[in-house]
């Protein structure tokens, strides 16, 4: 029998449901369904992301990589084969933006905004060459601790890695 974990242990059914293929009202998903009010570029799309552009960019370069499915947070990411692919894939399509456009930046940053802390809720992966413009704004991609805040994708991956399947 194979158990499924997301955060929050007892919470699983309501993270579950909380997904949907696309949310009334959510920005990230109008425009990864490319709604007609949507005048979003997109620098990559496929069938499970779509990335572009921050509005408000904190770096040299800022993107952001978004499933087209509606997740809410990285809270809502489960210990499954699904999610770990998801995010994997994410950061695979951030890496190859940030390399093709941005090939001299010396650092990259990858990860997300933990609740309370996240703008949209709606999963947005943060993609950063750096440096940060103006430099304050790294204060706003540094880990809290305990309190949350920014966490690197390398994390969520490691905490969402799937156990092996166990059958009885």
């Not at 894939?89 to 990858?110: C, T, Y």
């Not at 413009?133 to 966490?151: A, C, E, N």
């Amino acid at each position: 029998m194979r158990k499924t974990f997301c955060f929050g242990g007892s919470r699983v059914a309501k993270r579950m449901s909380e997904r949907a293929p696309m949310a009334d009202g959510c920005v990230f998903c109008d425009i990864a369904r490319r709604a007609p009010t949507s005048t979003t570029a997109l620098l990559y799309s496929d069938d499970k992301v779509v990335a572009f552009r921050d509005i408000n960019p904190s770096a040299f370069r800022h993107y952001l990589v978004i499933p087209i499915d509606h997740i809410p947070t990285v809270n809502s990411l489960c210990k499954t084969k699904d999610d770990h692919q998801l995010v994997s894939h994410m950061v695979k399509v951030g890496k190859d933006l940030l390399n093709q456009d941005a090939p001299n930046s010396e650092e990259h940053r990858f990860g997300f905004h933990q609740p309370p802390f996240n703008s949209v809720d709606h999963l947005h992966l943060h993609c950063l060459a750096l440096p940060f413009m103006p430099s304050w704004r790294q204060v706003k991609y540094t880990p809290l601790g305990p309190l949350g805040g920014f966490i690197e994708a390398e994390k969520i991956l490691e905490r969402i890695k799937p156990e092996a399947e166990v059958y009885s």
